[in-house]
């Protein structure tokens, strides 16, 4: 049995030797400078030295622009010097850090009428873009076709996308002030998202479909249940439903903060998995696991454990073993390892995390 294979399995409840052992958010996407200059070259050779399985996350994400196109290069509005305030050609300003754990924030949204959602549309929201597709397509799709890790199709959200073009306290507005607006932003790009997938459709066999949300902080929700229903549930079911008729099992939604009071509206709309279920924000994943039969899982590890030491990550793999004995479920850290985690903590965490997924079998349906 594969990456591919075992990933698809235990997300679905299905009969597997052994979950896979994949990076999730650990690994060289989030190398801090200080590990290259202590052991130099370590970048380039740490998911060897560690095992993973898989690519990138552990699964991979086909090379399409799903995101805002034709953006340009970015205009440079001010040098701070550690930060940078720049301008894509859709309007949106950020700032970007040239030394952080996290290195950027929107502080200006392209989004603030109608018309300004119009040109959006028009310059940056086409299916039809020529560009969306890398020039080697065709070699992508030639690599493609005899791979063993899991590939997947991305959606920028149905609140994420709108976040995006709004921001989170203007889109808080418009649910009550601009319905119509927020309707149009979350339908829109869900027909182009699945106008894109049908070209890729047909040229590859997908696994799963992420949609990237971050609807939550440690409080919670951002939007209420009947908010959640009337403006993102009809676009989940769509989404559902072109999964089904491709054969994609896996409905996958990346969402930070306390993301427990979302499940059950998740899987009201056919989603199949979340993640990564922050530790610190206060979510249990034995409790959704327990109460969520049909829940599939990823993350949900402590992160914050490699930066204290080794017998707080010893702890945090006893309940790793726990967690994947219960089925569903894919163990990883629940976020960016940070700068404050050393090379030898981080390698402890991986490789007594790789052990315990060697050595335990979930239970399945």
């Known amino acids: 049995m594969n990456t591919r294979e075992r990933f698809v399995k235990t997300l679905m409840g299905e009969e597997v030797d052994r979950v896979p052992f994949i990076k999730v958010f ?45 953006r340009g290069e970015p205009e440079i509005l001010e040098d701070r010097g550690d ?20 290195h950027g924030h929107i502080i200006d949204w392209p989004v603030k009428s109608r018309d300004d959602w119009e040109r959006v ?18 070699d992508y799709v030639a690599g493609f076709r005899d791979r063993d890790y ?10 994420g996308m709108a976040r995006l073009l709004l921001g989170d306290e203007n889109l808080a507005y418009a649910f009550y002030d601009d319905a119509d607006l927020v309707h149009d932003i979350m339908d829109y790009y869900t027909d182009m998202a699945i106008r894109v997938w049908g070209k890729m459709t047909q040229d590859v066999e997908f696994d799963l479909i ?4 971050d609807m939550a902080s440690k409080n919670g929700s951002f939007i209420s249940p009947a908010i959640f ?32 009071k979302l499940t059950e509206q998740m899987l009201e709309s056919k989603v199949t998995s979340l993640y990564p279920f922050e530790v610190q924000a206060g979510n249990d994943v034995a409790k959704m696991l327990d109460t969520h039969s049909t829940l599939g899982v990823v993350g949900g590890l402590n992160k914050n454990v490699m930066a204290i030491g080794k ?13 994947i004995q219960k089925g569903r479920y894919i163990p990883g850290p629940d976020h ?5 985690v050393s090379w030898e903590n981080y390698r402890y965490f991986m490789e007594c995390l790789r052990e315990v997924v060697m050595t335990t079998k979930p239970k399945s349906v």
């Open 26 to 70: 650990g690994g060289t996407n989030a190398i801090v400078p200080r590990w290259e200059d202590e052991y130099p070259g370590i970048s380039e050779c740490m998911d060897e030295i560690l095992q993973f399985e898989g690519v990138y996350r552990g699964w991979q994400i086909a090379p399409v622009n799903m995101h805002l196109g034709n």
């Open 83 to 102: 930060e940078v305030v720049i301008k894509w050609a859709d309007g949106t300003v950020e700032i970007q850090r040239r030394s952080a754990d996290f």
């Open 121 to 138: 549309k028009k310059d940056h929201l086409q299916a039809d873009d020529p560009t969306r597709f890398p020039e080697d397509w065709g």
């Open 150 to 159: 899991p590939l997947q199709l991305t959606h920028w959200g149905v609140y």
């Open 210 to 213: 992420e949609c990237w949300e």
């Open 229 to 260: 229903r009337e403006f993102m549930k009809p676009n989940y079911l769509r989404i559902a439903e072109f999964a089904r008729k491709k054969g994609i099992k896996i409905l996958l939604v990346d969402s930070d903060g306390y993301i427990e």
């Open 311 to 323: 017998p707080e990550i010893d702890k945090e793999m006893e309940r790793a073993r726990r967690l």
């Open 336 to 340: 960016f390892v940070l700068s404050d």
